[in-house]
């Protein structure tokens, strides 16, 4: 069966998951990053 609206296929979509920990990313509008601000802010600056 295929989605006739975009809107329901971006709605029915996972929410995305933190690759350190697992937990589920409140994420932004055109947001790449693959870790929580929580392990985020655990990482050190290069």
Known sequence: MQT???ME???NL???QCAEC???IQEQHE???MECDYCLSKK???
């Open 4 to 6: 006739k609206n975009p």
């Open 9 to 11: 296929f971006f709605r």
């Open 14 to 16: 996972p929410s995305k």
């Open 22 to 24: 697992g937990q589920q």
């Open 31 to 33: 947001s790449y990053l």
């Open 44 to 46: 050190e600056e290069y």
